[in-house]
């Protein structure tokens, strides 16, 4: 699999982008500058022209000022770029005519009245992108030290995971795999068994798709609770304490307004650390 080559961060103009933001110019400083960086804004339509035209201009001047704050040796590469839009469309939008690899966000905002019905910006997006998606909330500390991937076998966390090698690709890595033991006659023989049948199949499907990456001094770690994969995952990340969550998810609803996967929203929601979501 190729490094990640281009990134889009898509801002609202808040504290909350510019934490995305200054992520991106890191994982850009790690590859050495090879990666180049659009700062995107959408500008609500609809509005008078005069104060259209205001609002515009006002976030080309804020956007480039962002950039010239930059040192001088981390400019090169680096772009704004102000369109009126919808934002979660324009974000999807931009993002494939740039041909990102990956799209980054801040954390999202409080729901309104509006974000009840129809989610939040940053839902919206993961619900309809078929790109991966890192949302950032934590302060940048350098580089990301431990990641924590939910894996269920699913080809959204098996992009997950691929990703969350490409920009961590010296990470701790603990794969985290939450499942219920059978009920009805499980014994604790036919439990190891069915345990050590799971730790295999996980081995090997993640040995298939970290073959394609650029090897690693360290194997990723990997641990299978008999729990809720909610209560796993709050669970570790409260004793790993992870830099970031990676994981996989699903639109469920083939409308417009699709949702993304509770898991998913639950922790953006509620995780202190970034999280990465890829769909299927």
């Not at 934490?19 to 790690?30: G, M, P």
């Not at 931009?94 to 019905?117: S, T």
């Amino acid at each position: 699999m190729s490094k990640i080559a281009r990134l889009m961060v898509a801002t609202d103009l808040t504290e909350r982008s510019q934490r995305a933001f200054e992520r991106a110019i890191e994982l850009k400083s790690q590859a050495g500058g090879t990666i180049t960086v659009t700062l995107l804004h959408a500008v609500e339509p609809g509005l008078f022209p005069a104060i259209g035209e205001e609002r515009y201009a006002d976030a080309v001047d804020f956007l480039r000022g962002q950039i010239a704050a930059l040192p001088e040796e981390k400019r090169a590469g680096v772009a704004c770029n102000v369109r009126v839009g919808e934002p979660f469309t324009t974000i999807i939008d931009e993002a494939h005519r740039q041909n990102a690899d990956l799209i980054v966000l801040g954390q999202p905002a409080k729901g309104g009245l509006k974000e009840l019905f129809i989610g939040t910006t940053t839902e919206r997006v993961l619900g309809h992108s078929d790109l991966p998606i890192l949302v950032v909330k934590k302060l940048v500390r350098g580089a990301y030290q431990r990641v924590l991937v939910a894996m269920d076998l699913s080809e959204g966390a098996i992009r997950a995971l691929e990703t969350a090698y490409r920009i961590a690709p010296d990470a701790d890595f603990l794969m985290l795999h939450a499942w219920y033991a059978p009920i009805i006659d499980f014994g604790a023989s036919d439990f190891a068994q069915e345990s050590q049948r799971v730790r295999e199949l996980i081995d090997r499907r993640t040995k298939e798709s970290l073959s394609r990456l650029a090897p690693r001094a360290a194997a990723p770690r990997f641990e299978l609770i008999d729990s809720s994969p909610h209560v796993a995952i709050r669970n570790q990340i409260s004793v790993f304490d992870p830099d970031i969550l990676a994981m996989g998810t699903h639109a469920r609803s083939p409308l417009k307004t699709a949702m993304i996967g509770s898991l998913a929203r639950e922790f953006l929601a509620e995780a202190a650390c970034d999280v990465l979501v890829a769909r299927a």
